[in-house]
Nanobody, 118 residues
Framework: QVQLVESGGGLVQPGGSLRLSCAAS????????MGWYRQAPGKQRELVAT???????QYVDSVKGRFTISRDNAKNTVYLQMNSLKPEDTAVYYC????????????WGQGTQVTVSS
């Protein structure tokens, strides 16, 4: 029905930048909130940032001022611009979207690895 495909992860040095993208496709009538989560080894998955359909954003305290979430509603795509990356940002990053098809359901991407290391 609906697929979320992420891209943009990789290896970056501390202080560097990466931009993640997540494109939704399928039988989409509307997308409500979109967001990014991350899961580091041995830790629970945590919310990083969300953006509503109207553009309101929220961030976890640890990324405020460094990460920016945005979306292109025409392309059903959400982005996460990550600047001033730190080793503790290393994790698998997952895209999430609340999508209306014939009913409303949350969908997850497959995850993309972000490694911050010198």
């Amino acid at each position: 029905q609906v697929q979320l495909v992420e891209s943009g992860g990789g290896l970056v040095q501390p202080g560097g930048s990466l931009r993640l993208s997540c494109a939704a496709s399928g039988s989409i009538r509307n997308i409500n909130t979109m967001g990014w989560y991350r899961q580091a080894p041995g830790k629970q998955r945590e919310l990083v940032a969300t953006i509503s359909s109207s553009g309101s954003t929220q961030y976890v305290d640890s990324v405020k001022g460094r990460f920016t979430i945005s979306r292109d509603n025409a392309k059903n795509t959400v982005y996460l611009q990550m600047n001033s990356l730190k080793p503790e940002d290393t994790a698998v990053y997952y895209c999430n979207a609340n999508v209306l098809t014939w009913y409303t359901q949350n969908y997850w991407g497959q995850g993309t690895q972000v490694t911050v290391s010198s």
